[in-house]
């Protein structure tokens, strides 16, 4: 490497990692910038330094394995660098040291971040660990799972900082999916809140490191109580791992936070073991859709999940019907009186022998039939599209869209209609 170069190397995988850049060149060496292009760095990023006098620079970051590029040019700056040094998935070194570099017009310096890459490490990092999670369920996992479907109470969900967030979601899961749960605070626990844990409840206590000062003070109220203790931590050595009834491991090798301090992959590996609880619990318990709309009356997903199409149809008075024998003039006003832009046809038992809509009426007139003269019987489309009552709005959205119509006609045993229902009627009710 050159004595003028001041920092520098070739990193072909710089941008494919995401990993932070720290490139010192020199903008007259013709190497030094061949090599931070080589190591994919746009031109553009060569940012002048101006001059200052003599000053100390914190350099920090990722970078590879076997980073190398430290030299001494001419002495006029001091730059203090303290670099990590990624080693593969095992974990990292840090080193530090010092370099003097150039402080001329013609010293360049590169610091500049792929954000894309940066997020992709980070999605690689969770995934590894919560599929590292799945090696670890086991005996421990179904008897958490029994002592939850045993509890006669709620479960009681607890944890403190970024744990407490994910424990708060947590009960909000447990709680739509068929398992009485909410959150309690392990702070405001000891100033009171104790009061709503009873023997019969379950406490599910989440802490990476299981040394919670706030969770472990609540403890013995807890086993007093006599309330079933479950844990979630990062170590299955620690106290409130010890005194749990039962422990779930959720330990993970590394947090994505480049300082592996951050609770980022924790906090994911908690949640996913949450949700894997949850869905359990579910499963176990028989929990349906319409269990699930139950809890979720409001907005789309309760309109698609408890409306059926009896609650919107148009029935009784509101059902456009003729008889077989009717005119098509006859069948033509009966649709306007009812405004749904079709009517049923029935025999003289009334049951459903065919439908007329506007799509039969533009077809009709491109035959050049004379509509005061037909009979509704020859311009129908027999064997209509039905469902029986009583079946999800939803449903019969799906039904239409399928065939492609727009209108569906609700028949009962015996094939009598009792209802009719057009995609406005969809529209208006919210299922679409």
Sequence with gaps: MSEDASFYGVHSELSS??????????????????????????????????????????????????????SRARPARTINWNIRTL?????????????????????????????????????????????????RVSDTFEQACELLLACKGRVI??????????????????????????FVHPGEASHGDLGMITTEDAVLA????GETGEILTIIPVIKRKGAVLISMTGRPSSSLAQL???????????????????????TTAALAMGDALAIALLEARGFTAEDFALSHPGGSLGRRLLLKVDDIMH????????????????????????????????????RLIGIFTDGDLRRTLEKGLDIRQA?????????????????????????METRKINGLVVCDADQRPVGALNTQDLLRAGVM
């Design 315 to 350: 029935a009784e008075e509101r059902l456009p019907r003729v008889s077989r024998d009717a005119s098509l003039s006859e069948a033509l006003l009966e649709m306007t009186r009812k405004g749904l832009g079709m009517t049923t046809v029935v025999d003289d038992d009334g």
């Design 375 to 399: 009979g509704i019987a020859e311009v129908m489309s027999p064997r209509p599209v039905t469902m029986p009552p009583g079946h999800l709005a939803a449903e019969a959205l799906q039904i």
């Design 17 to 70: 990692q995401g990993l932070y850049e720290a490139l010192f060149v020199r903008a007259g060496l013709a190497r030094e910038r061949q090599a931070a292009l080589a190591g994919g760095i746009p031109e553009a990023s060569l940012i002048p330094l101006p001059q200052f006098r003599e000053t100390t620079i914190q350099v920090s970051g990722i970078l590879p394995a076997g980073f190398a590029g430290l």
């Design 206 to 209: 989440l802490s990476n490191s």
């Design 244 to 266: 749990s009834d039962v422990h779930l491991d959720v330990g993970v090798e590394e947090e994505a936070c480049p300082h592996n301090l951050a609770p980022t992959t924790s």
């Design 157 to 182: 969900v607890t944890g403190m900082g970024k744990s407490g967030h994910i424990g708060s979601k947590l009960a909000a899961t447990l709680a739509s999916t068929g398992t009485p749960s909410f």
């Design 87 to 135: 080693k593969g998935s095992k974990g990292s070194q840090r080193r530090s040291g010092q370099c003097i570099i150039s402080a001329s017009e013609e010293t360049r310096i590169i610091m500049s971040h792929n954000h894309i890459a940066t997020a992709r490490r980070v999605l690689d990092v969770e995934a590894r660990a919560v599929a590292a999670l799945g090696e």
